[in-house]
């Protein structure tokens, strides 16, 4: 193989490359900045931010186009360190959703559809370790793997999450993501998401339409309804077998 660069990026805010990920189509992708190395209180009120966050950029024509930052949005105390660290994609189908460890600054999950505009969507927060001074500590690692979040806590242990219906997320959209399941998986491998033909998947579809006003709620309405009329005719189906 002779692999050859066909673009690069620089940024002045930026103090510590850590990682990049991409959405499941390619067409975008997300630089973390570990500043200060993680051992460090980074997401203070003080902090500008674009500082410790993440550079998010498009992929047009083979060119990376830089469209916004995202950090997470609750200020952190002097007593906490926290930056961007390790994440995964969370496959919600037809969005490009993530979660994040923030080291004592907890879990940010949040939405990058628009890529001009990041929105937080969920979290999960301890506090600090020792509120009187920095102990290092938070969550080293967000991965989530078969329906499940799991924070890698440097302090406490490993945390397990759930996902939970929101004005953000439907419950739809939980099951539709768990329908993905992986026996083996390794984050920064980005193996391509794939969901099964499933009636989670058109439901979740459904609530995408109705929360953009995509359709009318009279079309929405009716489409629900065959998607359940679906659903019973193949469980019939496979009762019969």
Not at 27 to 40: H, I
Request: glycine share 8%; charged share 20%.
């Amino acid at each position: 193989m002779k692999p050859v660069r066909i673009d690069e990026v620089a940024d002045s805010n930026f103090s510590y490359w850590h990682s990049a990920t991409f959405n499941n189509d390619g067409t975008k992708v997300l630089f973390s900045d570990e500043w200060g190395g993680g051992s460090q209180p980074k997401c203070r009120a003080t902090d500008k931010p674009e500082w410790g966050a993440n550079a998010i950029f498009t992929v047009e024509n083979r060119k990376m186009r830089f469209q916004s930052y995202y950090k997470m949005p609750a200020a952190q105390t002097e007593a906490e360190n926290s930056v961007a660290h390790n994440g995964s994609l969370i496959p919600i189908p037809g969005r490009d959703v993530m979660v994040q460890a923030w080291y004592q600054g907890g879990l940010s999950v949040f939405d990058w559809t628009d890529s001009a505009n990041p929105v937080e969507i969920a979290f999960f927060d301890r506090g600090p370790v020792d509120s009187t001074r920095v102990v290092s500590g938070g969550y080293w690692s967000a991965y989530w793997y078969n329906g499940l979040i799991v924070g890698s806590e440097m302090a406490r242990g490993l945390d397990i999450f759930e996902l939970t219906p929101s004005a953000f997320i439907s419950q739809n959209e939980i099951d539709a993501a768990k329908s993905v399941h992986f026996d083996y998986f390794n984050v920064p491998g980005q193996r391509k998401l794939d969901w099964p033909s499933t009636p989670a998947l058109g439901r979740a579809y459904l609530d995408q339409l109705e929360r953009s006003n995509g359709l009318a709620a009279g079309r929405i309405e009716a489409v629900r309804e065959a998607l359940a009329g679906a659903e019973k005719a193949l469980w019939r189906r496979v009762g019969a077998r």
